[in-house]
């Protein structure tokens, strides 16, 4: 079974500037993992906010790995 984690574009209309959020399939053993960690550790309000530190922290390591690569 796969959980679909739904971000829609949205406006801020005092600013009137667009977010642009995407959605993502992940399976849900996978998400239940993520909640257990969440509920367990109490560091990270919701899923989604350990998901998006998750890739961000990958994101940057991928990014130091390839300037250590270009040297």
Request: hydrophobic share 35%; net charge positive.
């Amino acid at each position: 079974m796969i959980s679909q984690v739904k971000l829609n574009m949205r406006v801020d209309k005092t600013r009137k500037k667009r977010r642009a959020f995407s959605s993502v399939s992940l399976p849900t053993p996978l998400i239940e993992g993520i909640q257990e960690v969440v509920n367990k550790v109490g560091y990270w309000p919701t899923k989604t906010a350990f998901v998006r530190e998750a890739c961000l922290e990958k994101l940057d390591r991928y990014r130091k790995e390839e300037l250590t690569q270009r040297r």
